[in-house]
């Protein structure tokens, strides 16, 4: 039987002449704010070294990993990381110790879309780490490979920052975390935000972070990781909830027109538009989320369907450009190849439906028929749900006169309403039998 052991790390001994080949003399001061440092190791095949530790930064601390693998590596073998804290020993005794992290299986990170690696979820310690060990546990490898790793350093929130209470009542306006206080000291977003018409809800996991109860220090390290690896503008997601119930705001809306629920965010495998994401906290594949962290999903969205008259029940399409529908609460999986939000949360999504449903007018009872006939506005566009092909639509304008003439022949009909002005409209469909589909539409 082959023998996978612990790949040894041999990067920490191939330093420039200034490394130190000891603890003893690791710089201790720590920066004041966010740093990445990419390293890149090799992985040989078969090494069997049972059992070893390298540093990878010597003179650096880092609190949060992540690695990137050549594409494909990661669907072929499993591989597990466990950090470790390196500390010193009080004087009376010598040297170092280290405390090592729980190990972690690795997976690819889906929302981050790359054509050369996969890119694995973030890592974070709640303390300062300075090696890792990185092992494989099942599966084929090449004979040698190169992994980027990327070692962050997320300093911890200021302690004198006095920290927000949360109260909470059912379908009102969840009060917040602000960006303002979570973000403190990390540098601030690229500016550029835009809104968006935000009528589908999408639920995402973490990944990472189930028993770790330093939930601001997560938001950090995310916020941290999407900026300055993934490279965008700012935190992807509109909203993040922790295990204890505190909602985060999540991206800056940035402009006093934009709203924390309406802005653009970098979530839905670049199909972005008219979603907000929500990240429950934790890794939900195996473990359920906290029934106080569901609560507080049940009441932001509760607030969101009854502020913007959405019926949970119902699934609109989503303007990807294939025509396909989307819940109006839906998890990324439905969206996009991931198994985000996780199995537990996922399987709880109709739980979410019904208890932020109470909030609305709409009800089980009410849930929208599958073959109802709907129209749905989606920017300049109008999408046709269960509408024969061949139906007349005709677009009338605030006096009765006709405006728009169209036969149906596809699900959705971009119409250039535009060049009528601003107005009221009427939109008339002729369903047959006596039937007819009618939709005000002001421009
Ligand atoms: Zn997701």
Redesign the pocket.
């Known amino acids: 039987m082959k023998k996978l052991g612990i790949l040894y790390i041999l990067f920490g001994f191939f330093l420039a002449s200034d490394a130190c080949p000891c603890f003893d003399c690791v710089d201790e001061t720590k920066p004041t704010t966010a740093r990445v440092l990419y390293k890149k190791i090799w992985i040989y095949k078969n090494i069997s070294i049972q059992k070893g530790w390298a540093r990878i930064a010597p003179r650096k601390y880092f609190n949060s990993v992540s690695f990137r693998f050549p594409k494909g590596i990661l669907n072929e073998a499993t591989f597990a990381i466990q950090l470790n804290h390196h500390y010193f020993l009080p004087d009376d005794e010598w040297g170092m110790a280290h405390v090592r992290s729980e190990r972690k299986v690795l997976a690819a990170d889906?929302?981050l879309e790359s054509n050369s690696f996969d890119q694995t979820d973030l890592y974070y310690a709640n303390n300062d780490c300075r090696s890792f060990i990185l092992e494989q546990l099942s599966g084929n490898i090449p004979d040698s490979f190169q992994v980027e790793v990327v070692l962050l350093y997320v300093p911890p929130l200021p302690k004198s920052l006095a920290r927000p209470i949360a109260s909470r009542s059912s379908c009102d306006s969840p009060s917040l975390i602000p960006q303002s206080f979570w973000r403190e000291g990390l540098p601030n977003p690229i500016k550029g935000r835009t809104a968006t018409t935000t009528h589908h809800c999408?639920?995402?996991?973490s990944?990472d972070g189930n028993g770790d109860t330093a939930y601001t220090e997560l938001v950090r390290a995310y916020y941290t990781f999407h900026t300055q690896v993934n490279g965008w503008d700012d935190i992807g997601y509109n909203y993040l909830i922790a295990a204890n119930g505190d909602i985060y705001a999540g991206r800056d809306p940035e402009k006093p027109e934009i709203r924390q629920d309406n802005v653009l965010g970098a979530?839905?495998c670049s199909k972005n538009n008219n979603t907000m994401?929500v990240?429950m906290i934790g890794n939900f594949m195996t473990e359920k989320p906290s029934e106080v962290a569901m609560s507080s999903l049940f009441q932001l969205l509760g607030w969101k369907l009854k502020k913007d008259n959405l019926n949970p029940f119902s699934t609109l399409l989503h303007p990807d450009g294939n025509g396909n529908a989307l819940g109006v609460i839906a998890?990324?999986?439905d969206g996009?190849n991931?198994s985000?939000?996780g199995d537990k949360v996922y399987a709880l999504l109709d739980s979410v439906r019904v208890e932020a449903g109470k909030c609305t007018p709409f009800s089980t009872i009410q849930k929208t028929k599958e073959t109802e006939p709907t129209i749905v506005q989606m920017g300049n566009q109008w999408a046709f749900k269960n509408i024969p092909t061949g139906t007349q639509l005709r677009v009338f304008d605030a006096l009765g006169r006709l405006v728009f003439m169209q036969i149906i022949q596809s699900e959705t009909i971009e119409m250039p309403l535009v060049m009528l002005g601003n107005n009221c409209y009427f939109m008339v469909l002729d369903l047959g039998d006596g039937r007819k589909l009618t939709k005000q539409i002001l421009l």
């Open positions: 889906e929302h999408v639920v995402h996991h990944a979530h839905f994401g990240c998890g990324h999986r996009c991931t985000c939000p």
